[in-house]
């Protein structure tokens, strides 16, 4: 039976953990803290784009749709990104592919399949794409620094030896580093397996909650679409570009010593650099903001009211459109409808128009019926006679 507990110290603080992988059964089903943890931090992800949406000229709710479909294409990303990098076994044991719950998935991975269907889905929705992706980076940070954690529940993502006070070890850390020790030194790493360790997935952590703070704080300073997303680059891919070149457990790029997340990260943050000096210059000669959310179309948005008058412009123009195509057997009736209330209309008018000139001429022949009335002459009175006999 798998072992779920363990217990992890750090020496130098005189601190002892006792951790467990499995926070719960259902049955016979474990709950791991890892899904949980990963979990807890998608909720308050959510709930951070939700509340910040407006100030993007971006709609909740059709943002909501997109975020779920990221999240699908960056779990299967997560798993791609791992697999590929890691063949030389995936391509021996094809069944073990889709167990995820054996662990391995990349954030990178994640990063980038949840970006492709995120654009996808912000096509499907009408979303803006760069409003949304800034939007979503500050989400990426808070479920990246809660996530990690995951990390040291289940004793993974640690570093090389370090004689720092925060140093921590394990058993479960002297069995990895003792079985792939030759492995560790075939890259450059000296390793004593007895040694404490950097507790990597903290540096992440921090790093990633930090930067959260800062794009938080920077939201609204920024002065493009796609500013956030650029800062985020740099910021994440500057600390991981570091803190990757300590962990023991890297994917390497096959064939080479290279780590794959290291140089992914570092090419990352120095390409975000040099766009966001080009375009940050472009917008200052330019003399000001040039945000989406200050167009017409994006403060619609933010007051609610782009979509329902899109919706709107729809059901109005349909009668038009029919007719220009010609009127289906179910739009008939609603088309001599329309078509019987404009003839009233128009009946309405010609009539009300008519009694205007009728009372216009009226009033022109008043002084002629208030003039005397000639006396009838004897003939008259006569004929007149004859008929009341």
């Not at 791609?80 to 073990?96: E, F, H, K, R, T």
């Not at 054996?102 to 499907?124: Q, R």
């Not at 500013?227 to 890297?250: C, H, K, N, Q």
């Not at 003039?371 to 004897?378: F, L, M, S, V």
């Amino acid at each position: 039976m798998e072992q779920t507990a363990n217990t992890v110290s750090f020496p130098g603080l005189g601190l002892d953990f006792e951790v467990n992988r499995v926070a719960f059964s259902i049955g016979d089903l474990p709950v791991y803290w890892y899904g949980i943890l990963i979990a807890l931090g998608f909720i308050l992800a959510i709930l951070y784009v939700s509340r910040r949406a407006r100030e993007f000229g971006v709609d909740a709710d059709r943002m909501l749709d997109v975020i779920l479909g990221g999240a699908i294409g960056g779990i299967v990303g997560a798993r791609a990104y791992y697999v590929i990098l890691q063949w030389d076994y995936y391509g021996q044991n094809l069944s073990q592919i889709f167990n995820t719950r054996s662990g391995g998935m990349a954030i990178y991975g994640g990063l980038i399949g949840g970006v492709l269907i995120g654009l996808l889905m912000c096509k499907i929705r009408r979303v803006k794409f760069m409003p949304a992706l800034d939007l979503v980076v500050g989400g990426f940070l808070i479920g990246q620094g809660i996530g990690r954690w995951g990390n040291f529940v289940n004793i993974e993502a640690f570093g090389a030896n370090t004689s720092l006070p925060w140093g921590m070890s394990s058993s479960v850390i002297t069995d990895y580093l003792t079985q792939h020790e030759a492995e560790l030194e075939a890259i450059g790493m000296d390793i004593d397996p007895n040694m404490p360790v950097h507790p990597t997935f903290l540096y992440e952590s921090l790093w990633c909650l930090l930067g959260f703070a800062f794009i938080a704080w920077y939201t609204r300073r920024r002065k493009f679409d796609g500013e956030l997303t650029l800062l985020y680059m740099m910021w994440y891919g500057a600390g991981r570009a570091v803190i990757e070149g300590l962990r023991t457990d890297s994917l390497m790029i096959p064939g080479t010593s290279l780590r794959a997340s290291q140089v992914l990260a570092a090419a990352m943050a120095v390409v975000a650099a040099i766009i966001w000096i080009v375009k940050t210059s472009k917008v200052k000669k330019a003399g000001g903001r040039q945000l989406f959310v200050d167009s017409e179309q994006g403060q619609l948005i933010a007051r609610g009211e782009f979509y329902k008058k899109k919706a709107d412009a729809g059901q109005t123009e349909e009668p038009a459109a029919a007719s220009a195509a010609g009127e289906t057997a179910a739009e008939a009736p609603a088309a001599s409808l329309e078509a019987s209330a404009q003839d009233g209309a128009e009946q309405a008018a010609e009539q009300t128009s008519a009694e205007q000139q009728k009372e216009e001429s009226s009033d022109a022949q008043a002084p002629e019926q208030d003039a005397p009335e000639q006396e009838p002459n004897g003939a008259e009175q006569s004929e007149e006679q004859e008929k009341k006999n």
